[in-house]
């Protein structure tokens, strides 16, 4: 009997579906709606900067590296973005596009890193957010810049109950999903994965994808960024690192059913990820929740990713013959043809032994090798 396999996906989105209705019981007990377009506004703003950096996330892990450094490029785009634009709305386009080459530059970087040198991601992505701390510790000592009203307004405005911000995650989301699902570079990003040794022996080049996916990750980060930077309306050189965005994007990804070893999962459960850490913070926030218990509850709830992550069994290929085999009768189909393959290997080789039972009991005594003696 064929065994149901429910994707990874699913069981995040019902553990969302979970969560919403138990937050929406205690919401209920201090007199509030879980529901009320103020609150769901809430939580969808909550969601917009986690998600982008858990999209960006999403990408390194599923080629089985790390990124560490996002919290110190969502700092400096924070800033390079309010210092280029001064206040003015003419700077905006300008200011936009230097803080994304930049960004785009330190993945760059951090993807050649990985990929040439062969560091690996979590020491080489640590490192470079070193580089970048200092960088920020010497030249800022504060907030900095002044973001125009034009450019706040992304950060401050909403379609009805839902933010400007939460419509710009989630069509970026649908790019990413079109770039895994349907592209050249989202398969190889896959294989090379869930088996690089593999991938190269099948003639992929196992470096482009890699680095394509630190430079995605880098430009999600600076575009949580610049996102803050909206809603502050200066930069930053501790905003990334207040919000402690790296370990929050990996747990969110984690929970979201991507391995940490790479090759298997899918931008929607990171959302749903995403959404589970909004809906708690939410509760705690309307509940009044002190704020240090706020940190146990997310500390609970990586070190619960991660095991879930932990207990996973990674599923082997079946064994094509023999018992547990994915080919019905596999055995009995190659002993039956053995009498068959020993009487063309006779007629090629006159001295070999005719097709009695002796000679078909010898060619099925290894049918899975297909060996004939």
């Known amino acids: 009997m064929k065994r149901f396999r429910v994707d ?9 579906l979970l969560v919403i209705v138990i937050g929406a ?45 996002v919290t110190y490029v969502m700092s400096l785009a924070s800033l390079l973005a309010a210092t280029t634009m001064a206040g003015s709305a003419a700077n905006i386009p300008a200011a936009v596009g230097l803080t994304l080459v930049v960004c785009a530059g330190i993945g760059l970087a951090n993807g050649l890193i990985v990929t040439v040198l062969k560091v690996n991601g979590f020491i080489a992505t640590l490192g470079t957010g070193l580089i970048l701390q200092g960088v920020l510790n010497t030249n800022f000592q504060g907030s900095a810049g002044a973001v125009p009203w034009e450019f706040q307004v992304i950060g401050a405005t909403g379609v009805g109950p839902v933010p400007v911000s939460t419509i710009i995650m989630l069509a970026l989301a649908v790019i990413v999903w079109f770039l895994l699902g349907r592209t050249r570079t989202g398969a190889h990003l896959f294989a090379v994965g869930g088996d690089p040794d593999v991938a190269r022996l099948s003639g992929l080049r196992t470096r482009p994808p890699i680095i394509v996916a630190h430079v995605l ?51 929607w459960g990171t959302i749903g990820g995403v959404a589970i850490f909004a809906v708690v913070d939410n509760v705690m926030s309307v509940l009044q929740v002190n704020p240090f218990l706020k940190d146990v509850v997310r500390g609970v709830v990586i070190v619960a990713a991660v095991g879930v992550y932990s207990r996973r069994a990674i599923v082997r290929r079946r064994p094509r013959f023999g018992p547990g085999g994915t080919r019905m009768r596999g055995d009995e189909a190659a002993a039956a043809a053995a009498p068959a393959m020993v009487a063309a290997a006779s007629s090629l080789d006159p001295g070999a032994p005719g097709p009695g039972p002796g000679a078909a009991a010898s060619a099925s005594a290894d049918p899975a090798k297909g060996e004939t003696r």
């Not at 007199?31 to 390194?60: E, K, W, Y």
């Open 8 to 16: 990874s996906t699913l069981i995040v989105l019902g553990i969302l």
């Open 25 to 69: 019981i205690l919401v209920s007990t201090v007199g509030r709606s879980f529901f009320s377009p103020g609150n769901i506004r809430d939580i969808l703003t909550g969601m917009s900067v986690l998600g982008l950096v858990a999209i960006g996330q999403t990408l390194v892990i599923l080629g089985a590296s790390l990124d560490l450094s």
């Open 217 to 267: 990750c880098s430009l999600f980060a600076g575009l949580a960024g610049l996102l803050l930077a909206s809603r502050l309306g200066v930069g930053s050189p501790t905003v990334g690192q207040q919000g402690g965005y790296a370990l929050l994007s990996i747990a969110a990804v984690v929970l979201g059913g991507t391995l940490l070893l790479g090759g298997r999962g899918s931008v």
